[in-house]
Nanobody, 124 residues
Framework: QVQLVESGGGLVQAGGSLRLSCAAS????????MGWFRQAPGKEREFVAAISWSGSKTYYADSVKGRFTISRDNAKNTVSLQMNSLKPEDTAVYYC?????????????????WGQGTQVTVSS
């Protein structure tokens, strides 16, 4: 079993940057694909980025490609999301999630473990 705790959210002006981190507990972290999702008020939870268990493959939603970077450190049991050139439409609660099997652009239903979320607010 894997427990996930996100950190790094906050308030930032448009064009700014934030780095989200997700700390995982459990010895099997390195065998899981990891993803970041976000949910804005009144909207469904949506895929943002995913990374394979080895870190060799990454996937991004079109809306964040070129601005966000997902990475992981299996030695430290962490996965991160570097967010640059932030826009007001990036405002949401961001969730870290883990899944067995391959990383891809799959939706939240395929993920087994979730963090509690961290708020990101981008002001215009």
């Amino acid at each position: 079993q894997v427990q996930l705790v996100e950190s790094g959210g906050g308030l930032v002006q448009a064009g700014g940057s934030l780095r989200l981190s997700c700390a995982a507990s459990g010895r099997t972290f390195s065998t899981y694909a990891m993803g970041w999702f976000r949910q804005a008020p009144g909207k469904e939870r949506e895929f943002v980025a995913a990374i394979s268990w080895s870190g060799s493959k990454t996937y991004y939603a079109d809306s964040v490609k070129g601005r966000f970077t997902i990475s992981r450190d299996n030695a430290k049991n962490t996965v991160s999301l570097q967010m640059n050139s932030l826009k007001p439409e990036d405002t949401a609660v961001y969730y870290c999630a883990g899944k067995r099997g391959a990383a891809n652009k799959s939706g939240p239903s395929e993920y087994d473990y979730w963090g509690q979320g961290t708020q990101v607010t981008v002001s215009s």
